[in-house]
């Protein structure tokens, strides 16, 4: 399976802040690659599409890029509304898969 | 917009079967356009898929999860507009927050559940 690792896990930032999370699959997954955000007590929302297609509704602060095995999430401006873990997700191959997380603090 | 809604028994005993199941609404689980997919996250953990279902019943589940293997099942209620998930043998490993989703064309999950939370307690 793919194996995707995030970095870092956990990220205090403060507001306006630009934030930048990595996403690493342990094989090319090509644009295959997914970004969503999960705040407590919440099922997650879909941010970012192939790697990087906004999906409807998404604030423009949140972008994606990447491809092949190297991916980022980058949220321009961070508001406090942002606080939550991200996930990436890929769908290159079965069985899906999801990174681990990182949390987003706002200081 | 499509709507996904998880519903079963929030306490399950071991050993018995963990049943859920999710009612779609604004969409129909017999289009060819999209997947239905269970996802579960372990308290405090990461999301882990557990399988998807297509509208001509076809089904696949993690072999990565060698501790669902053999017990799980994704089915499809079409005449309800529903799918479910049956896990049995349950143990106190099995306890998490269960999610269904509809995934665009077997691919991302597109819209989810809110998610219902199984405890596996005697």
């Known amino acids: 399976e793919v194996v995707l690792t995030q970095s870092p896990d956990f990220q205090s930032v403060t507001p306006k802040e630009k934030v930048t999370i990595t996403c690493r699959a342990s094989?090319?997954?090509?644009?295959?690659l997914h970004w969503y955000q999960q705040k407590p007590d919440q099922s997650p929302k879909l941010l970012i599409k192939?790697?990087?297609q906004s999906f409807s509704g998404v604030p423009s602060r949140f972008s994606g890029s990447g491809s092949g095995t190297d991916f980022t999430l980058t949220i321009n401006s961070l508001e406090a509304e942002d606080a939550a873990t991200y996930y990436c997700?890929?769908?290159?191959?079965?069985?899906?898969?999801f990174g681990q997380g990182t949390k987003v603090e706002i200081k | 917009q499509v709507h996904l809604q998880e519903s079963g028994p929030g306490l399950v005993k071991p050993s018995q079967t963990l049943s859920l199941t999710c009612t779609v609404s604004?969409?129909?689980?017999?289009?060819?356009?999209?997947?239905w997919s269970w996802i579960r996250q372990h308290p405090g953990k990461a999301l882990e898929w557990i399988g998807n279902?297509?509208?001509?019943?076809?089904?696949?589940?993690?072999p990565s999860i060698l501790s669902l293997k053999s017990r799980v099942t994704i089915s499809l209620d079409t005449s309800k507009n529903q799918f479910s998930l049956k896990l049995s043998s349950v143990t106190a490993a099995d306890t998490a927050v269960y999610f269904c989703?509809?995934?665009?064309?077997?691919?991302?999950?597109?819209?989810w559940g809110q998610g219902t939370l199984v405890t596996v307690s005697s």
């Open positions: 094989q090319s997954i090509g644009s295959s």
């Open positions: 279902i297509f509208y001509s019943g076809g089904a696949y589940y993690n």
């Open positions: 989703a509809r995934e665009a064309g077997g691919s991302y999950p597109d819209y």
């Open positions: 192939y790697a990087s």
């Open positions: 604004g969409g129909s689980i017999s289009s060819d356009t999209y997947y």
């Open positions: 997700h890929q769908s290159s191959s079965l069985p899906r898969t």
